[in-house]
């Protein structure tokens, strides 16, 4: 059984950095892309960010260019997002997400952590 479990959530004052790990288990998911989505109560899961299985493409959304950054260590099964420069509306639920092919849509994705959650105080 895969299981994805994110860490390193956090309260941090804007302008301020967080790095999210996500650690797969349970079999290896070779040739998957790995995604990034958030969530506020109320709000459908967004898109942040997905890395193909090489690491050679990755997808951002607009709202963190330049900000965030996504990349993975194939052979420690993890996936990170550094995230700079936060601010109040990044706050949210983070959640990876692996998927067989690349996408930035929440219901394509295959596998889902559990969420970890980023609070950034103004």
């Known amino acids: 059984q895969v299981q994805l479990a994110e860490s390193g959530g956090g309260l941090v004052q804007a302008g301020g950095s967080l790095r999210l790990s996500c650690t797969v288990s349970?079999?290896?998911?070779?040739?998957?892309?790995m995604g990034w989505f958030r969530q506020v109560p109320g709000k459908e899961r967004e898109f942040v960010a997905a890395?193909?299985?090489?690491?050679?493409?990755?997808y951002y959304a607009d709202s963190v260019k330049g900000r965030f950054a996504i990349s993975r260590d194939n052979a420690e099964a993890t996936v990170f997002l550094q995230m700079n420069s936060l601010k109040p509306e990044d706050t949210a639920v983070y959640y990876c997400?692996?998927?067989?092919?690349?996408?930035?849509?929440?219901?394509?994705?295959?596998?889902w952590g559990q969420g970890t959650q980023v609070t950034v105080s103004s």
């Open positions: 997400a692996a998927d067989r092919v690349p996408g930035v849509v929440a219901r394509e994705y295959d596998y």
């Open positions: 890395i193909s299985w090489s690491g050679g493409i990755t």
């Open positions: 349970g079999r290896t998911l070779r040739g998957y892309t």
